[in-house]
């Protein structure tokens, strides 16, 4: 069965670093999307992405994020200067489109990020 | 705006034990309503889901029925396992986003 996968599945760094985490959606889905669950918390929404532009962020999504799809694989989201409060675990997420009104949201095994 | 309420955990049972975990949700409309569940050191997995009023979902001997009179969507199990200790989070799609509840940790106990 097709899967969204995700790298690393750690990263550590030191506050003020960038970092981009990395997603590669199942391969004829349409939309993508971020989710980041704070240790203990309920995970967030953070944005949306189809045809290679933002659909919708929260107000977590600041100007220290961005999304991208460099190609036709990969979806990123890049951290420009991390916070400590931006530890988290980081979920992409895909969809399917185009089939009448397909709703599930496959999920990947996120990325741990730690910022000292 | 929406949101989805559940029950507080972590929720504590013997193996073979009856399950429920409670789930109630706010929204405009009728959005579609799931039940995904994240083992230990693993990401989300969706359980099961359904799509309008009276659908009732199942996987894995799991079950929820999309209750719109009391708005609940709660799970449901006969005989639960040691394999099914994880977060269960209830959620909704709202707009193509799914809006989560805070999980409710499962600990089965042999």
């Known amino acids: 069965e097709p899967e969204v996968t995700q790298t690393p599945s750690h990263q550590v760094t030191q506050m003020g670093q960038e970092v981009i985490l990395r997603c590669v959606p199942i391969?004829?889905?349409?939309?993508f999307y971020w989710y980041r669950q704070i240790l203990g918390q309920k995970v967030e929404f953070l944005v949306s992405?189809?045809?290679?532009?933002?659909?919708?962020k929260s107000e977590i999504f600041d100007d220290q994020f961005s999304v991208e799809r460099p190609d036709g694989s990969n979806f990123t989201l890049k951290i420009r200067s991390t916070k400590l409060e931006d530890s988290a675990m980081y979920f992409c997420?895909?969809?399917?489109?185009?089939?009448?009104?397909?709703?599930?949201?496959?999920f990947g095994p996120g990325t741990r990020l730690l910022v000292l | 705006g929406d949101s989805v309420t559940q029950m507080e955990g972590p929720v504590t049972l013997s193996e073979e034990a009856f399950l429920t975990i409670n789930c109630t949700y706010t929204a405009t409309g009728y959005p579609s309503l799931f039940w995904y569940v994240q083992y230990p050191g693993e990401g989300l997995q969706l359980l099961l889901k359904a799509t309008k009023a009276d659908d009732k979902g199942s996987n894995k001997g799991f079950e929820a029925t999309y209750r719109k009179e009391t708005t609940s969507f709660h799970l449901e199990k006969g005989s639960v396992q040691v394999s099914d200790s994880a977060v269960y989070f209830c959620a909704l799609n709202r707009d193509d986003k799914i809006i989560f509840g805070k999980g409710t940790r499962l600990h089965i106990l042999p």
């Open positions: 391969s004829n889905h349409l939309y």
């Open positions: 992405f189809y045809n290679n532009e933002i659909s919708e």
């Open positions: 997420a895909s969809i399917e489109m185009g089939k009448g009104r397909v709703e599930t949201q496959y």
